[in-house]
Structure formats: structure tokens, C-alpha cells
């Protein structure tokens, strides 16, 4: 499905936020998704491959997009806050973009990480309607658990050869939740060469 992109330049708490929103082709059907970048101090930014790949895959399944830089990357403004004002910051996002409409949430590693913590504040308002974790660094902040309610509607995929954050340390956290992790096999942290597959994984979460 073919989308319309659209550069914004957004204001919250009278900062800055650089963002692109992609819309699927004709009319939107009010849907709205966010996905979050990796570690803006480690070169993540809202244009990371994985990330667009997790945009694309919510577009092809009719839903508008907004992929967005953290504070402090880009031409968004502030300073990195350790995952605290990121949280908040996509919290914003969502309610910016879709203040009363359902909600999916993605993100890639730092990002991951972020959108867990987001999943706490949203999932109790019955808006949450699908969760996409690709690369989690749990491994390097404290990622709260998933609410038990939402592991139905949660996709985690993680690489078996993830050398930034290992597979061991994944499972650690997803094991006491019960909660399934799709692992790709002999795959890194940034999917080289698996972005189709990931995409397509991803576009059949969103449809399921």
C-alpha cells in the first residue's frame, strides 16, 4: 500500500519535536501508531531501518504512522533523559496524534525499551491495540514487564546473534511473564538482511 509521507515539526511542553507521519493511500480510517527509535546517544534516529520497516508495516495495514526523533536527535529539542522524558515524550505523542482513537505501539531497542514502559500508562485505557518490541535492550535499563493483558497483542522478535543485547538476557526478562519471543536465527541486532521478513511478521501482528 502506497503512503503519503509528511514531514512535522511539533511543540510539547514548549519543546521542538522532528517527526514524519505516513498515511496509507485515500482516506484514514482515524488509526494511529508510534514507534520509537534506538539509543539517541549510540546514533538512533527516527530514520533507523528497522524502525521504518515497523512504520511501513502499520501503513500496509491501513493505519497512520508517526515515527518521531527523541529529544536531543535531529531538530528535536532537549537532552537525553535516560528513558524517563523519552517515556513521557512518546506518551505526548500518542495523545497528540490520537487522543481518543485506538493505539499501536513499536519500538527498536532503546526505543523497545521505552515503549514497555508507555505500555503501563496506556493499556488500562483500552486503547492499546497491538505492541511491537524488535531488539529490547532490556539488558541496559530496567524494562518494566509487560501487563499481562497485553501479551495477546504483543509481537517481541529478537536475533539470536544479537551482540548489544544478547538473547539470554531477553529471555531472563520474558520468562516470569510467560510472554513469547520470536527469535530469528543467526540474525543480529539490526536484522541485516531480514528487513522483508520482519516487515511481513510485523504487517501480520497488525492484521492478526
Known sequence: MAAQ???LLLIMGGRQVQAV?????GSSRGLAAVVAHPHPLFGGTMDNK???????ACVAAGWDCLRFNFRGV????????????ETEDLLALVQQLAPQSAVVLGGFSFGAFVACQAVQTLCPTGRLQKIMLVGTAVSHF??????????EH??????????????????????????????????GHFF???????????????RA
Request: with cysteine; glycine share 8%; hydrophobic share 35%.
Open 154 to 187: 504483543s509481537l517481541v522478535i529478537h536475533g539470536e546473534s544479537d551482540d548489544t543485547v544478547a538473547l539470554p538476557a531477553v529471555m531472563d526478562w520474558a520468562r516470569p511473564q510467560q510472554l513469547p519471543v520470536m527469535v530469528f536465527p543467526g540474525t
Open 192 to 206: 541485516h538482511g531480514q528487513l522483508p521478513l520482519l516487515k511481513s511478521l510485523a504487517l501480520r501482528h497488525m
Open 142 to 151: 530496567p524494562a518494566c514487564p509487560l501487563l499481562p493483558e497485553s501479551h
Open 50 to 56: 528497522v524502525v521504518q520497516t515497523l512504520a511501513r
Open 5 to 7: 509521507s509528511q514531514s
Open 21 to 25: 507521519l505516513e498515511k496509507p493511500q
Open 74 to 85: 535531529g531538530s528535536s529539542q532537549g537532552v537525553y533523559d535516560e528513558g524517563r522524558g
